[in-house]
């Protein structure tokens, strides 16, 4: 190739990667901004939340709405988000592993229908099932209880967890199920020892969907949770409105409360996000 057919080539390689660059970059500010704002809302003055010229910084930051916030009740409607939606992924992790391994190691009859029935129940949403499980719920004395909610929360986030884990399960072999019955485990010890140690990436996927369903739910919450001490994050958020306006500054500041634990959470697995959703959705 001569030197300047290199050249060009160089040329148009460089000028790509730039403007891939410059659109990922793009793309990022994009997603960020929205945070940013929250945050910055959170921290305005009163007199700087509403003007006409939009202002992207104040020389007068204020933490004074979250001090208020924090000595409040939000503290505890803050402890029971995380012990429901912590609940709640549990459980669908723990049930939607030992479905999915049923789904993938053994010959059940009608596997595909109940595959395909966990996709429609998925679909289903959460308003149709809300009066049945709140007379079922006050038969049972479920209301108001982390009980209650933690198994509608299941329930709302299990179809979605058995499928991601059993397409990661449909990636490992076989072999290594008989290899470790040979061995003298049983099924439940080759399930737990051998398998879910190679699926943990997927587990890890399907926690993060859970958490959040669980974590962004407000309907089921506020029918069940009736009392002022059960109340979650999501239902928090309404008393900043009122039929004589919105308190713009306590929404914000809750709202970035209520988004940091699920920073924290993407954070902590985040290296199991992309490698397990990649492998996860082409398996299966």
């Given at each position: 190739m001569t030197d300047p057919g290199r050249r060009a080539q160089l040329t148009k390689r460089y000028v790509g990667r730039f403007f891939l660059s410059l659109a990922a970059i793009g793309i990022g500010l994009?997603?960020?901004?929205?945070f940013y704002w929250m945050f910055l809302t959170s921290i305005k003055p009163e007199s700087e939340i509403f003007t006409v010229t939009p202002k992207f910084w104040t020389g007068d930051p204020t933490l004074s709405r979250y001090t208020t916030l924090l000595k409040g009740a939000i503290g505890h409607q803050l402890l029971n988000s995380v012990?429901?939606?912590?609940?709640a992924t549990?459980?669908?992790?723990?049930?939607?592993?030992?479905?999915?391994y049923a789904l993938s190691r053994f010959a059940v009859r009608a596997k595909s229908v109940i595959a395909v029935s966990l996709l429609v129940v998925q679909m289903l949403p959460a308003i149709v099932?809300?009066?049945?499980?709140?007379q079922a719920y006050r038969t049972m004395g479920l209301l108001n209880s982390y009980t209650g909610v933690i198994i509608a929360h299941t329930a709302l986030a299990l179809a979605l967890s058995v499928w991601l884990i059993r397409g990661f399960l449909a990636g490992i072999p076989m072999e290594l199920d008989e290899a470790a019955l040979v061995d003298g485990a049983n099924r439940f010890q080759a399930l737990v020892y051998i398998i879910f140690p190679l699926a943990l990436p997927g587990v890890a996927v399907s926690a993060i969907f859970a958490f959040i369903t669980s974590w962004n739910e407000l309907l089921l919450a506020m029918t069940?949770?009736?009392?002022?001490?059960?109340?979650?994050?999501?239902?928090?958020?309404?008393?900043?409105?009122?039929?004589n306006g919105t308190d713009w500054g306590g929404t914000m500041t809750a709202s970035t409360i209520f988004a940091l634990p699920v920073m924290v959470f993407f954070v902590l697995i985040r290296k199991y996000l992309a490698s397990g959703a990649a492998v996860g959705a082409v398996k299966g």
């Amino acid at each position: 190739m001569t030197d300047p057919g290199r050249r060009a080539q160089l040329t148009k390689r460089y000028v790509g990667r730039f403007f891939l660059s410059l659109a990922a970059i793009g793309i990022g500010l994009f997603s960020i901004f929205p945070f940013y704002w929250m945050f910055l809302t959170s921290i305005k003055p009163e007199s700087e939340i509403f003007t006409v010229t939009p202002k992207f910084w104040t020389g007068d930051p204020t933490l004074s709405r979250y001090t208020t916030l924090l000595k409040g009740a939000i503290g505890h409607q803050l402890l029971n988000s995380v012990i429901i939606a912590g609940g709640a992924t549990i459980c669908s992790i723990v049930l939607g592993t030992m479905c999915a391994y049923a789904l993938s190691r053994f010959a059940v009859r009608a596997k595909s229908v109940i595959a395909v029935s966990l996709l429609v129940v998925q679909m289903l949403p959460a308003i149709v099932v809300v009066i049945p499980l709140f007379q079922a719920y006050r038969t049972m004395g479920l209301l108001n209880s982390y009980t209650g909610v933690i198994i509608a929360h299941t329930a709302l986030a299990l179809a979605l967890s058995v499928w991601l884990i059993r397409g990661f399960l449909a990636g490992i072999p076989m072999e290594l199920d008989e290899a470790a019955l040979v061995d003298g485990a049983n099924r439940f010890q080759a399930l737990v020892y051998i398998i879910f140690p190679l699926a943990l990436p997927g587990v890890a996927v399907s926690a993060i969907f859970a958490f959040i369903t669980s974590w962004n739910e407000l309907l089921l919450a506020m029918t069940f949770l009736q009392q002022e001490s059960m109340k979650t994050l999501p239902g928090a958020l309404q008393q900043f409105t009122s039929q004589n306006g919105t308190d713009w500054g306590g929404t914000m500041t809750a709202s970035t409360i209520f988004a940091l634990p699920v920073m924290v959470f993407f954070v902590l697995i985040r290296k199991y996000l992309a490698s397990g959703a990649a492998v996860g959705a082409v398996k299966g």
